[in-house]
């Protein structure tokens, strides 16, 4: 199987079929990735298998369990999950908050090489960071453990604005710390291709009259 081949399966297995020039981007991902991850450690894989299976299909898979609207990606790393629903969903706006400098030049260039106008870069962290519009939502994935994560994405959250955050199995663990004030609204769980556990998209929003 090659790998145009193992992206097409792998995404058909979450219930993702994408157009070819879907594909073709994100063929430019991982390549892209290959390039800079000679000069940095962008996500840990090292195979094309690798970052399919754990990582692409993984951000594929939640593009049917989100929200209609602008989305901020906080902690986003290689573009995980931002960069891949924003090739999806091409006419999706689409904010990706990075930090660290190098993997914001990263998210930088893979915007200008997969041809994603509707996103744009943020080297700053959430709560540096004003949005220009609403949002339907703050995606997060692999950024901190739930408790610590919310206090980050606070100043982004409010009415009609959730944290969407991705997580495995020990996300009821994490849950239990969660501070006052905040609750979980929805946890929509589905299944990855060759793991024997489900992962989750949790829906966190802040109580009414806090």
């Known amino acids: 199987m090659n790998r145009r081949q ?4 792998g995404l058909a297995s979450v219930g993702v079929t994408p157009p070819g020039d879907v594909l073709e981007q994100l063929e430019g991902w ?3 990735h ?3 991850s000679r000069r940095m450690n962008l996500t840990g894989a090292r195979t094309d298998e690798e970052l399919i299976d754990r990582h692409l299909v993984d951000s594929a898979a939640i593009v049917r369990l989100l929200p209609a609207g602008a989305l ?6 290689a573009g995980l999950p931002g960069l891949v629903v924003a090739m999806i969903e091409p006419h999706r706006p689409m904010f990706l908050l990075e930090p660290l400098e190098r993997r914001a030049a990263f998210l930088q260039q893979a915007v200008l090489e997969l041809g994603l106008g509707q996103v744009q870069v943020v080297a700053a962290r ?22 610590r994560l ?16 991705m997580k495995g199995p020990g996300w009821r663990d994490e849950l239990l710390s969660l501070a006052p004030g905040w609750r979980l609204k929805a946890s929509d769980h589905y299944r990855l291709p ?13 109580e009414e009259g806090v």
């Open 150 to 165: 919310v206090s980050l994405c606070a100043p982004l959250l409010g009415p009609g604005t959730p944290l969407l955050a």
């Open 126 to 147: 959430s709560e540096q960071w004003q949005p220009p519009q609403v949002l339907a939502g703050v995606l997060a994935r692999a950024v901190a453990p739930l408790s």
């Open 34 to 36: 290959a390039r800079w």
């Open 72 to 77: 901020a990606d906080v902690g986003s790393g």
């Open 6 to 9: 193992r992206l097409s399966a």
């Open 194 to 206: 060759g793991r024997e556990y489900k992962h989750v998209l949790l829906r966190i929003e802040q």
């Open 30 to 32: 991982l390549a892209l």
